[in-house]
């Protein structure tokens, strides 16, 4: 049975300024951040998102369980089957329940709205399967770090898994593009990935070397924006293949996990500075800086209510940032 408790009430309140980035510096509304507390710390919060349910759901890499966030501050907790694992990514699926995968068991799991967890082990053994995302065709597409795949498992459980191009490429995140295709980042081969339905992979060379890509996520004007962790840049690419990239002004910030907001606003999390990055359409940078009690940010998500929501790897919490006004 799940374990549901209550959280404690906003723990981090509104801050009072918004450090903008020369020479775009100008007033603006500041960010509201509140941030729910997590009974035990060390759960390690990774990925969020949004669920066909309006609450947003993530992994604890430290405690094995999946947890569910309401937009209220309520907290359900789920224990996955695969004792001592770590639930990494967590993706809404096409039949109604969320999808996640369990890096060090090489599995990828499933759970439904009221908490009946089932996992499916991958053909390749110590594949460490990362992210996962819901593809055009039905199934979910997931990437294998170290098996150096892109997998398809469908809801029944059937697998099939794509070699990639290069040896040691490192797949990270992965999104479905609105071309029918599937995109991803390739955090040692230092590109951008796109695989078609039917196993078709092409690749696109990142401009800065590297750069080691991670996060990645689509736009509304269908462009696809991606984190550059060591570059300290965001990045996009068309569906051309035309990449453009844009440094962060705070320095050595790791940008990591990326999310677009309605407004078509990128917004990151900054891994070394304990901080939300966003970049806007007209190419302003704006920096969020978290409270000091907060915690490193990992994924982020956009809400059912158009807030961002992110894990707080650190102090295993789950925050929230909206505009004023908002």
Do not use: C
């Amino acid at each position: 049975m799940p374990v549901t408790r209550r959280l404690v009430a906003a723990i981090a309140a509104t801050l009072a300024f918004l450090v903008l980035v020369p020479p775009t510096a100008h007033a603006e509304p500041v960010g509201v951040f509140t941030t729910f507390a997590e009974v035990r710390g060390s759960s390690a919060p990774s990925s969020i998102a949004l669920g066909p349910d309006g609450a947003m759901w993530f992994t604890q890499k430290a405690e094995g369980d999946i947890g569910r966030i309401t937009t209220d501050g309520t907290v359900t907790e789920y224990p996955i089957l695969t004792s001592g694992s770590a639930a990494w990514d967590i993706a809404a699926g096409p039949d109604g329940a969320m999808w996640f995968t369990i890096y060090s068991a090489g599995r990828i799991g499933r759970i439904t709205m009221d908490g009946v967890v089932t996992e499916f082990a991958i053909p390749t053994p110590g594949s460490s399967p990362v992210a996962i995302t819901a593809g055009p065709d039905g199934a979910m597409w997931f990437t294998q770090s170290a098996g150096n795949k892109i997998g398809r498992i469908t809801v029944d459980g059937v697998f099939t898994e794509f070699p990639l191009p290069g040896a040691g490429s490192v797949p990270q995140e992965i999104v479905a593009g609105t071309d029918g295709a599937l995109w991803f980042t390739q955090y040692v081969g230092n590109s951008i990935g796109r695989i078609t339905t039917s196993g078709q992979i092409t690749e696109f060379p990142l401009p800065t070397p590297d750069a080691h890509p991670f996060g990645i996520a689509v736009a509304p004007d269908e462009a696809i924006w991606f984190t550059e962790r060591v570059a300290n840049k965001i990045g996009r690419i068309d569906a051309a293949g035309k990449i453009t990239e844009y440094r962060v002004p705070s320095r050595d910030v790791g940008p990591l996990g990326i999310a677009v907001a309605r407004d078509g606003n990128v917004w990151f999390t900054q891994r070394t500075g304990d901080s939300i990055g966003r970049f806007s359409p007209a190419g302003t940078f704006s920096n969020f800086e978290l409270p000091g009690d907060a915690g490193v940010p990992s994924g982020i998500a956009v809400g059912s209510d158009g807030a961002l929501w992110f894990a707080l790897n650190g102090s295993g919490k789950i925050g929230r940032i909206t505009r004023a006004g908002s």
